[in-house]
Each structure stands twice: as structure tokens, then as C-alpha cells.
């Protein structure tokens, strides 16, 4: 059964669920091993300290009555019994397991914890059995589909980006001509744009007339060296008449003034068409690029959910078997409330105005199940008889604690394809996004920067956030950093903790002994030791 969980845990809260003493990587003993958890926590973070934890064991401690040790708060039984666990094996070939799991679940959500979470699911079948067949059936299926509709996403992002780089070429030419338009514009901001239309028509247009372009007349072959200068400096076609021409050098400068001032209305007209037509074919292709998203989704989630990601060495699964080894873990907590254990007199009035951390109470229920798969109807329906261990473990965790909890759960591996796909598609979107939003809403980026100094970026990257919302971490304001480590309790927590932990015993306890009642098993009449 896999204990990643319980090591987390122990890493966490080094503490009060991590043996006293241990040994080093050289093998040396260590006689404050909590002390040296926490090292490694600063110097490697959690998850390598939880591979070298050493979790303590139930056996090691005692039950007490959970009233009478409550009621003595500040003697702290919570600590001298900081978990308790049971184990239940049930074994039947011909029932079906899913009753067990269900009965469980159902029994935790009638009230005993507020928050129930399933934080693993995993399976293995062996390979002679007719589930693996039909497993990897759908798997391949799922694959394929993925593979498909992740093509024409590639395809259409190719588009997406040329379109984008083509848009940002567009609105670089036509600035010039928006400035010079602008009635906003001053007569100096006017005149350098107009240069620049100039300079611009003089390379693009006037020279395909060849040897009768502005730049040719003028280079001193024709004696027309006072017509390059003549033609930059005016300001429009009606201030000919102010400069001092003489009449060969005016006539051949009207006729091209003319020109440019029509050019400069036609071209500004054709660009901004073209800019208009490709932004609505951008919109479309991001609204594909949405559609695609949306329909490779369930596929992209069913077939990560289809590996078979548990250690096939588990000796309870041979090849030729029919066999099947599943794995669950249910994680079931709840705030637990001083005011309550206050209001019982089970500690002082003071603890009602005292600032603390929250605490809970934490259930974890591992489930390992070693089934018989047996075909049921002809539709592809199964049923899973078998044995089942069952294993129930008490914690109790402040708010920090489950911050990182959570935190380390959702760092698991989420597999090597979808990581694939969540840096191609992410990373290149997130680059262009602001020109995306730039283009489609008209503004300029001088607008967007503003904007994004004064508001959260909104939205997402064509619905691929949502897409990979299932895998990727969620971002949450953390007010202390808390990856170096947690702060050690108050007195104050010290009493809230170790009624924290007496309550998740007593919670731990109470489901356990109410299934096997439940079920017509012999149950404990009294699992205490005395006070």
C-alpha cells in the first residue's frame, strides 16, 4: 500500500509525526531526527524530506478515553497519542467491492467532516486478464482521438501566429498615416509623419517609375538636383507656389504632389481594409482554436485517467492471472472549532479571543483492492469481487499544514504527455497574448501595458487554462512563505492541536467501529487504556 501520503504528512509536521530518532543517508544515527527533517526541508524542500522520513507507528502508542482526555485540555493526551489507525481486510470473490467504497463515502458525508477529497486513483491490470484488453481498447481510442485534434490545434496556432505577426506589420505601417490624420496631432508631430509617408512612397512607388523617379531627376545626371529637396519639404500641394522653382523643377513637383497626397488616402484605405480583414479571419481561427480546446478536453482527460500507474511488481498480480490491483485514497478533514470545546467548559473562557492558526481534524482512508473482473452484460459492464484492506489514519493539521499538503499532492506526477502539451500550448500562447488582445480590441500596445499595470491579467489563453485546469496548480496568496518550513506551535495551538488530534481519533475510530457494525462484524466494546 502506498504511504506517500503518510510520509508527506509526517515531513510536514516533523514533530509530532516523525520518529524521534533515525538514521542519515551515511547511516549514522540521529537522535533528533524531527531537527533534521526540517534541515532538509530549507535545504531541498518537502518532497525530498518526505523520502526520508520515518513516520511514526500507532502501535507505539496508547487509546484513551477521548471525553476524559478532552476534558483534561492542558495535559495535552492529543500528543501522547497523536494518531490512531485500523485496518479492516474483507474478502469476498463473488461480492462486489464498489459497495464497500460507497457505504464509506457516503457514511463520511452525512455530517462527521466537512471536506472529502479522493487524492488517489490508480490501477493496474495483469496482462492475460480480458480487462487489460478492453482497458487499453479505450486507452488507444482515447489516444488517438487526442492525437487527431491536437494536430489541428497545432495547425491552427501555426495560423494564429502568422496572422498575429502579420497584424503587428500592419499596425506598424499604418501608424504613420493615423498620426498624420489625427486632428489630436501637433503641426510638428504632423510634419515628421508626413516625412516619413514621403520617404516611404519615394521607395515603394516613385521608384518604379526608373529614370523619371524624384531619386533619379535628382541625382545631378538631369539637372534636377533641387527636386528631392523641394518635394520633402513641402507641407501640402498648395505651398508649391511659396518656394522660389524654376518652372521645368515646379511642373514635374506638381504632378508628383499630386500623386503623393492620392497615394497617401488610397494606401491608408487599403491597409486599413486589408488590417480589418485579417483581424475578423484572427477572430475566427481563435474562436477554432476554442472549439478545438473544448472538444480534445474529456478525451485528453480519459486517457491520462486510463494508464495504469501502479508498481506491476505487487505480487498479487500475475500475468496470467485474471486479476486487477486498484488503489484509493479518501482524504476526509474538518475545522475543528475551540469556541465549541469552549461553550463545554473543555478549556478555559481565554481561548475564545486568542489569535491562532485554524486547525482540523484529518481522516485518510487508503483502500487497496485485489479484484477478480468479471464481465456482467454484454454492454461492457464489470464487476470487481475480491478482497479489499482497508486503512484508516488520524492527524491533526493546522491551516498552514494543509496549505502544503495540498500543495505537494498536486506536484504529483501528472505524466510526461500532458506536461508535453501544457509547454507547447501555454508557454507560446502566453508570449503573444497581449498582442492577441491588443489586436482584437483595437488598442494600441502603448494601452494594453497600461491596462496591465493597472489590472490583474483577465480571461485565458483561448480556453487552454481551462483545459489543463485539471492538472495544473492554482495559484493562492500565501501571506508567509512557508517552503523553508512551518512556525512550531504556541502554547495556545499546543492545547487547540491536541484536541484537534483527540477529535480526528475519535472520528477515526467512530467510522471504523460503525462499519463493521454496520456489517455484522465484532466491534470494540472499550479499545481504552486508563488515564
Known sequence: MDETIHRLIAAISPDNYCQKEGEDEDGNIIKDFPKYIRKLIKEEGYTKASEKVKPIKSSDYSSYDYDKAKADALSLWGFKSPIEQHKLYYDSPTEGLEPVYFWLLDFLKGGLYDEIEKITDNFVASPGSGHFSELQGKATQMQQEVSRTMGNVNTVLKSVLNLVYDLKEFRIRL?????????????????????????????????????????????????????????????????????????????????????????????????????????????????????????????????????????????????????????????????HKIKDDVAKNLVPELFKN????????????????????????????????????????????????????????????????????????????????????????????DEIKEDKKEKPKSGDDFGLDSLFSGFKKKKKKIETDLSKGILPDSDYEKVIRSQAMLNASEGCFSTFDTYKKAHGMYSHNNPYDPL
Open 175 to 335: 501608424k504613420p498615416y493615423k498620426i498624420y490624420k489625427s486632428k489630436d496631432t501637433s503641426a510638428e508631430d504632423k510634419l515628421k509623419q508626413l516625412l516619413s509617408l514621403k520617404q516611404i512612397w519615394l521607395d515603394n512607388v516613385d521608384i518604379r517609375k526608373g529614370r523619371g523617379s524624384i531619386n533619379a531627376l535628382s541625382s545631378g545626371e538631369l539637372d534636377f538636383v533641387t527636386l528631392r529637396d523641394a518635394f520633402m519639404s513641402l507641407k501640402n500641394s498648395e505651398s508649391i507656389s511659396e518656394i522660389d522653382l524654376n518652372d521645368r523643377v515646379r511642373r514635374i513637383l506638381q504632378q508628383r504632389v499630386q500623386d503623393f497626397f492620392i497615394w497617401i488616402d488610397e494606401s491608408h484605405n487599403s491597409l486599413s481594409q486589408r488590417y480589418e480583414i485579417e483581424r475578423n479571419y484572427l477572430k475566427s481561427q481563435v474562436n477554432m482554436l476554442k472549439l478545438y480546446v473544448r472538444w480534445v478536453k474529456p478525451y485528453l482527460k480519459s486517457a491520462s485517467k486510463l494508464e495504469q500507474n501502479i508498481d506491476s511488481k505487487n505480487p498479487g498480480l500475475v500475468n496470467a492471472f485474471n486479476t486487477m490491483i486498484l488503489e484509493l485514497k479518501l482524504l476526509a478533514y474538518s475545522e
Open 354 to 445: 486568542v489569535q491562532t492558526r485554524k486547525y482540523y481534524k484529518f481522516l485518510v482512508i487508503d483502500f487497496e483492492f485485489r479484484s477478480i473482473p468479471q464481465r456482467v452484460s454484454q454492454r461492457g459492464d464489470w464487476a470487481f469481487g475480491g478482497r479489499v484492506e482497508i486503512k484508516f489514519t488520524s492527524y491533526g493539521l493546522n491551516e498552514d499544514e494543509l496549505k502544503i499538503l495540498k500543495k505537494e499532492l498536486e506536484k504529483d506526477d501528472l505524466g510526461s504527455a500532458l506536461k508535453l502539451i501544457q509547454g507547447a500550448t501555454d508557454d507560446s500562447l502566453g508570449q503573444i497574448q497581449k498582442d492577441i488582445d491588443s489586436i482584437l480590441e483595437g488598442r494600441e500596445d
